[in-house]
C-alpha cells in the first residue's frame, strides 16, 4: 500500500464549527505533515510529527490543532475558522521522499 | 535559509515539443530536490528527486532533471511533451527530513494540440 488517504475529500463549515480532517498511511512512515495550499499558490508546511510526536508547528493559529493517535493516523482538528482559511488541506508521510495525499478541500462560510 | 525559485510561471507549448521547466535553489547545506507535478484538484505526485549520486535524474512519465551544484540549478526536461502533461509543476527543496519541504511558486505547463 503506497497510498495516503484523506478524509473528507471535501468540507463546508461555518466559522462557529468543530471539524476534522483525517489522514491514513500504512507505508510505515515515522514522519507525518499538514500542509496549507492556497488557490494558485505552493503548498506551505504547517506541523511536523515525527515518530508521533510534534516535532514542527510553523506558527499556525490556535484555532487548527493535530493530534497523531499512532503512527499510522494524522488528524487535523478545526474550530472557529476564517473565511481566509479556505484552501487545499495536504497530508503528506515520508522515508526517502514525500507521499502526498489527495487533499480536503475546506471551504469556510 | 533555503529557498527555490522557479523562473516561469507559465510555460505554454505545442504536442511532442520539447520542454524545459526551470529551477533554482538557494542552500547553504547539502541539499535534497524535487519535483512534484499536480494535476486540477488532486494532491501532489513525485514525478523525480535528487538525493546524491548521478547529477541526471530519471523520473516518471519520460521526465528528468539535471542537477547542476555550479549553478544552483535543477531544470525538469522532457523530449516531447503530450497533452496529459498539462499540469502545475513545483520544484521543491527539503529542509531536514525529505517531507519538510520548501516549494517554488509552480510552473503552469499548457500543452497545446
Known amino acids: 500500500d503506497t497510498e495516503v488517504t484523506q478524509t473528507p475529500k471535501h468540507l463546508v463549515m461555518g466559522m462557529t464549527n468543530k471539524k476534522s480532517l483525517k489522514c491514513e498511511q500504512h507505508m510505515g512512515h515515522r514522519a507525518m505533515y499538514w500542509y496549507k495550499q492556497k488557490a494558485k499558490k505552493p503548498p506551505e508546511l504547517m506541523f511536523v510529527y515525527s515518530y508521533e510526536k510534534l516535532s514542527i508547528n510553523e506558527s499556525v493559529p490556535s484555532r487548527f490543532s493535530p493530534e497523531c493517535p499512532n503512527s499510522s493516523l494524522l488528524n487535523l482538528h478545526l474550530h472557529a475558522l476564517q473565511p481566509e482559511d479556505s484552501a487545499l488541506y495536504l497530508c503528506?508521510?515520508?522515508?526517502?521522499?514525500?507521499?502526498f495525499g489527495q487533499g480536503t478541500r475546506l471551504t469556510v462560510v | 535559509a533555503q529557498s527555490v525559485t522557479q523562473l516561469d510561471s507559465q510555460v505554454p507549448v505545442f504536442e511532442e515539443a520539447p520542454v524545459e521547466l526551470r529551477c533554482n535553489y538557494s542552500?547553504?547545506?547539502?541539499?535534497?530536490l524535487f519535483w512534484y507535478v499536480q494535476y486540477p484538484n488532486q494532491g501532489l505526485q513525485l514525478l523525480l528527486k535528487?538525493?546524491?549520486?548521478?547529477?541526471l535524474v530519471k523520473g516518471i512519465n519520460g521526465f528528468e532533471a539535471e542537477f547542476n551544484k555550479s549553478q544552483t540549478s535543477f531544470h525538469l526536461r522532457k523530449p516531447s511533451v503530450h497533452i496529459s502533461d498539462t499540469a502545475e509543476y513545483f520544484c521543491a527543496v527539503s529542509r531536514g527530513s525529505q517531507g519538510n519541504l520548501i516549494f517554488g511558486k509552480g510552473t503552469k505547463l499548457s500543452v497545446k494540440p
Open positions: 503528506a508521510s515520508s522515508q526517502d521522499w514525500a507521499f
Open positions: 535528487y538525493l546524491s549520486g548521478s547529477t
Open positions: 542552500s547553504s547545506v547539502s541539499v535534497y
